[in-house]
Nanobody, 123 residues
Framework: QVQLTESGGGLVQAGGSLRLSCVAS????????MGWFRQAPGKEREIVTV????????YYADSVKGRFTISRDNAKNTVYLQMNTLKPEDTAVYYC????????????????WGQGTQVTVSS
């Protein structure tokens, strides 16, 4: 089992950048696919990006493709989300999530979740 803690959210102007971090609790991290999801008030949680345990397979939502980059450092039990050219519509609570082994693109497929970190992009 894995416990996740996100950090790095904040308030930025449109066009700015942020890097989110998610730290997992133990060595099991290396065997988990990791994802970032986001949820705005009154809206459903949606996929942002996912990375496989071996770092060789990724998925990006069309809305963030070319602007966001997911990466992971298994030695540090950490996954990152680099967010560039942020837009007001990126404003949401961002959640780190994990599931054993294989990649998935729906929230219901992920077993473990962090508490979320707020990202607010002003226009």
């Amino acid at each position: 089992q894995v416990q996740l803690t996100e950090s790095g959210g904040g308030l930025v102007q449109a066009g700015g950048s942020l890097r989110l971090s998610c730290v997992a609790s133990g060595r099991t991290f290396s065997s988990y696919a990791m994802g970032w999801f986001r949820q705005a008030p009154g809206k459903e949680r949606e996929i942002v990006t996912v990375i496989a345990w071996n770092r060789g397979n990724t998925y990006y939502a069309d809305s963030v493709k070319g602007r966001f980059t997911i990466s992971r450092d298994n030695a540090k039990n950490t996954v990152y989300l680099q967010m560039n050219t942020l837009k007001p519509e990126d404003t949401a609570v961002y959640y780190c999530a994990a599931r054993p082994l294989s990649i998935a693109t729906t929230a219901r497929a992920f077993n473990f979740w962090g508490q979320g970190t707020q990202v607010t992009v002003s226009s």
